[in-house]
């Protein structure tokens, strides 16, 4: 029967933030300094980790994706993919990636049947990529997206679109799926970037994306997209992969939403928008039975807002502003 929330929506993916920790500071999810990050003994362990998804993958959990900060700057994240691995209900393992730790792992990552990844890069300008991500790294995550090609895994570029940063590369990163088979993804930005009261002052939605590559490209095929995907998809004809716009900050797509999230110190949102509704850490650290774990999310899944607007407006008090290292993405 699975896990189903009070709204009638099948809940079978949960998205792990392993650590808050990254290597690159871009600008719309992280201040450049001044970053608190997380006491170590905070985090959750990878024993506390692997015994939660276990507890949830019984209860309807087929699908994860392991985010950050940055995944691969946490030490051993190797052995804990392994570990997942392993869990027989377990269908999907998926990681998104910043790209610029992982030469040389993409074939290790096949074997423990890692089929997709998602590579952040917003640019391919190598000067817009280092006044957006505050490092010089671009050619570390085109080696990386290369490397992902040509390990056959499933690949998706994730860009944040942004006023006066990355407009010009919105169609070369559609172009890049001519000969690529690969899905680029444009994101609305959101303001969960580590600072309070910065807003887009000029907000590239999901419209303004789709008409300004149409504007480039006037025979888009409108994809049927799969259940639960928070993109829209299109196809350009005789390309070879496709492209997709997330919604992430108008929110059309919160009617399938299908997802929990759990962050680096073990909160569980049940909302990307939501202040976090119980702390699976704090309860393991305080001698809970797998019997109270469960109990734990099926109280929180029977108590879903119906929406990203509704969870932002429950916490009315503390506005978004927490950076998006801290929750996954
Ligand atoms: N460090 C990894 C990376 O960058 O792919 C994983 C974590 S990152 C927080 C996950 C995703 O969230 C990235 O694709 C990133 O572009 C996106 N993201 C971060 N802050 C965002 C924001 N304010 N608005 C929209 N997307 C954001
Ligand atoms: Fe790091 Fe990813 Fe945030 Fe960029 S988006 S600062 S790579 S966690």
């Known amino acids: 029967m699975g896990l189903i929330d009070n709204h009638g929506r099948q809940i079978n993916y949960m998205r792990i933030a392993v650590t808050d920790r ?17 006491d170590k003994s905070n985090l959750m362990t990878y024993e506390e980790l692997l015994r939660i998804t276990k507890v949830f993958c019984a ?39 910043n790209g610029t730790l992982l030469e040389g792992k993409v ?20 000067d817009r990529f ?14 990386c997206m290369d490397e992902i090609l040509d390990e056959g895994l499933e690949l998706k570029l994730n860009m944040v679109v942004m006023d006066g940063k ?59 997209d799969p259940p639960f995907s928070t993109s829209s998809n299109y196809k350009i004809n005789g390309f070879a992969g496709d492209f997709g716009i997330i919604a992430a900050y108008s929110r059309t797509f919160c009617g399938t939403c299908n997802r929990i999230r759990l962050t680096p110190t073990g909160v569980i949102k049940t909302c990307l928008y939501d202040n976090g509704i119980f702390n699976v850490r704090d309860i393991i650290r305080a001698g809970a039975t797998d019997e109270e774990l469960k109990t734990a999310l099926l109280s929180a899944l029977g108590n ?26």
């Open 22 to 38: 990254c290597n690159l500071r871009c600008f719309y999810c992280m201040p450049e300094e001044g970053i608190k990050y997380v």
């Open 59 to 97: 209860e309807g959990i087929e699908k994860i994706r392991i985010t950050g900060g940055e995944p691969f700057l946490r030490k051993d994240l190797m052995q804990f993919l392994q570990s997942i691995s392993e869990i027989p209900q377990l269908k999907k393992i998926h990681i998104t990636t």
């Open 107 to 126: 074939n290790r990552l096949k074997e423990l049947g890692i089929n997709s990844i998602n590579l952040s890069i917003d640019s391919l300008d190598k």
């Open 130 to 143: 280092k006044m957006i991500t505050r490092r010089d790294d671009l050619d570390k995550v085109i080696h």
């Open 166 to 224: 990355n407009i010009e590369d919105i169609i070369p990163m559609v172009e890049l799926a001519r000969d690529k088979k690969l899905s680029v993804r444009f994101i609305e930005e959101m303001p969960f970037n580590g600072t309070l009261g910065q807003g887009n002052k000029s907000f590239w939605s999901h419209k303004k994306i789709l008409s300004h590559i149409e504007s480039k490209f006037p025979a888009l095929e409108k994809l049927v």
């Open 304 to 329: 879903r807002s119906k929406d990203g607007f509704e969870a932002e407006k429950k916490r009315a008090s503390s506005p978004v502003s927490e950076s998006m290292a801290t929750i996954g993405g």
